[in-house]
Structures are given as C-alpha cells and as structure tokens.
C-alpha cells in the first residue's frame, strides 16, 4: 500500500457526506416533534458505513439506533456508548446472554420470543413489534389476542417500545397507511401502556397522525427521496466517481463490450471507467444510463462488466485517463439510478461494494 500514489489505484471513490446525513437528521427531528427520532443503520448503515455513520449521528445527539441482526449491533456498540441500540430482525434462541451483556435491546415478534426473553432474566429492556400488515415479523393477530388475555405474559419485561411498520409509506394516498395506523391504536390500547414507534422515512411525511414516541427512519438519512414524485426534501450524501483508465477511438460499426450489444454510429471515442457490478454499479444500467462530467451527461455504452464500464464522450474532448466521472452524485441520485436498474434507491445504496475506498466528508 505505501508504495501507491495519493488516493490509491482505484478505479472508483465512493464519497459520503457525513455532515449531509446529519443535516437530513435534523431535518426529519423538526418534521418529528412528537417523539426523538432514531438512525436506522441496518446494512451498513444502507451501504455507507455504519461505524462512522453512527458516531457522526451520536456526535449530533441521536441516540437510539436500530440494525438487523445481532452482530451488526456489536460491531457499533462502542460507537454509541450510551445509546439505545436495537436489533429488528428478532430474536434467535441462544443470543439472550449477549444481548444482556452488550445492553442491545431485542425487537420481540414472538409469543415465543416473548418467552424466552422474559426466561432470560427479570425486567430486561425489549420492543414489543405488532405485525399491522406486513406479514413478515412481528406479533400476529391471534397472538396479540393471547397477550391481551393474558397480560402477565409481558409482565417480566421492560416494555421501552411498542413497534409496528409500514408496508407503503412513501404511497401517500394508499389506505393501507392509515388502516396500519388504526390497527396499531387498536394493538397497542389492548396491551400495557409503552411508548409507541411507528413511522419510517417516509411515513414521517405522511402528517401528524403519523408522529409517535419514536420514529425510524434510514433512507432518508441517506438521501433518498422519502416522498417520491415530489421534490426531495434531503440533502444528497453520496458522490461516487468512476476513474477513466482508458481512452480510445473507434471507427463508425464497431461495437463495444461483452455480446456487442452497442455499436458506433459515428467516429467515436470510447472512454473505459474503473467501476462495474462488482462494485455494485448494476449490469441492469447497460444502455440506460450517464455518468457526468463537469455537470453534463456522458451516455453509458455497451454491457455494464465486472470492473469495467464504457462511456461515450465523443462530445467531451477534455476527457482524458485519469479524469474522473460523476456516477451518483448531485447531478445522478441513487434514485435516478434506481429507476434506470429497475429497483429502488435502498438497493443502489446497498449494493456498493466494499471494494470501492470510502472517502468520509465533514461532521
Ligand atoms: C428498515 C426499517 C426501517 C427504516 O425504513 P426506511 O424506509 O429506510 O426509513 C424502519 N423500521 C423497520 C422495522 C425497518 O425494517
């Protein structure tokens, strides 16, 4: 490594913002007064890195976190010393002792669950989560009936939350939102009184009925438009930037690429970038997406390769090996992205791979 120049050999940057993520933080604590608002940091903290991603969110004062499973909360307790750090994914016999002494705070979706949590020691902290219709975890509608019936069945548990979560949020006029939203009342007045926690990103859009004790939200933080088809409210956070590793020129009928699914219709001049599905730049982008230089679009051709990708700039003769292009960035959101692979801003971020050298910026 030391014998590299500045900056590495990569043929890809990933930049994040940190103090962006912060500033959309913020942001979604003034749209939230109800209740504090948590970073949900599952994933990676949806790609970008949990450990700096929670201490620049720690730093600015949030302090309740939520992540999948048990080992990504371990992997960031000593980032958030005295946080309330929570695992969504439920509880897996034989992880209660580590839970306990790593102060993580199980999301319980289970009668069972319930049981071996209270097993587990006397008035340990737990979230109760209410299955209001996503039908993947959570409690069910006859087992909430067996816990109303049955109050003592919570008795040996800390209650900190009771949690339910959306399936359409960002679907503002679907009334699937606000038949979650009563059912969660319903859920929540038959069993003992907790806090409540209920929105995501976008269901902290969805207006005041939808506030509770605790809001969750993660792509926002991120970036990602919480209110689609309408401008978005959060500041971009990502940058990644393709390095131009090759430059040349092609007559009028070549194609370029695995399978020549792209040939030149004129002189062109190809340019080679560092970046490819396996730095999770999807092979779904082939043909349907730019990258930028210097604010203007510069068209993808050809299949999208495992480390490689190919431009079109015959129209930007400034660019040279060496020069870098705009792939996600102010100009390109992983929503934009998401549209042209035929998936959603969660998956672009997520797919980034741990190849691509992450550049923190600010907080
Ligand atoms: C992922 C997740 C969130 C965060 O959702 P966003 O849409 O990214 O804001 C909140 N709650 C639960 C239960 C989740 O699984």
């Known amino acids: 490594m030391a014998d590299l120049p500045p900056g590495g050999s990569a043929g890809g940057i990933l930049h994040v913002d940190l103090s962006a993520i912060v500033a959309n933080w913020r942001l ?27 201490r620049a969110l720690y730093a600015a004062g949030c302090r309740h976190f939520f992540v999948a499973v048990l080992e990504e909360a371990l992997a960031i307790r000593d980032s958030v010393p005295d946080a309330m750090l929570s695992v969504l994914g439920g509880l897996i016999p034989g992880t209660e002792a580590t839970y306990i002494a790593h102060r993580i705070v199980p999301v319980l979706g289970s009668l069972a669950e319930i049981a071996a949590w209270t097993a587990a020691g006397p008035s340990i902290p737990a979230i109760l989560h209410i299955d209001t219709g996503m039908a993947r975890l959570g409690v069910d509608a006859g087992e909430l009936k067996v816990l109303h019936d049955n109050p003592d ?30 059912r969660f009342e319903a859920a929540c007045k038959s069993l003992p009184a907790a806090p409540r926690s209920l929105a995501n990103s976008s269901g902290i859009f969805l207006g005041e009925a939808f506030g509770s004790d605790l809001a969750r939200p993660g792509a926002a933080l991120y970036g990602i438009n919480p209110t689609p088809g309408q401008p978005n409210p959060m500041r971009p956070v990502v940058r990644l930037m393709g390095r131009v590793l090759a430059v040349r020129d ?3 009928g070549a194609s370029v690429g695995y399978n020549a699914t792209w040939a030149a219709a004129r002189p062109t001049r190809i340019a080679t970038v560092g970046v490819g ?87």
């Open 28 to 54: 979604l604590c003034a749209r939230h007064p109800m209740g504090p608002v948590a970073g949900v940091v599952k994933g990676d903290a949806y790609g970008l890195g949990a450990i700096p991603v929670c």
């Open 153 to 182: 069945l919570l008795a040996g548990i800390d209650l900190r939350y009771i949690a339910t979560h959306l399936v359409s949020a960002e679907a503002a006029h679907d009334p699937l939102n606000h038949d979650q939203r009563h």
């Open 250 to 252: 092609i007559p009028t």
């Open 277 to 363: 599905y396996a730095d999770g730049w999807h092979r779904r982008l082939s043909g349907r997406c730019n990258a930028f230089f210097d604010g203007a679009p510069v068209p993808l051709v050809g299949r999208v390769s495992m480390d490689l990708t190919t431009f079109d700039i015959t129209d930007h003769p400034a660019i040279a090996p060496g020069a870098w292009l705009e792939l996600l960035g102010p100009h390109q959101s992983a929503d934009d992205i998401a549209l042209a692979a035929g998936t959603n801003g969660y998956e672009v971020l997520t797919s980034l791979a741990l190849r691509l050298p992450r550049v923190y910026e600010g907080a």
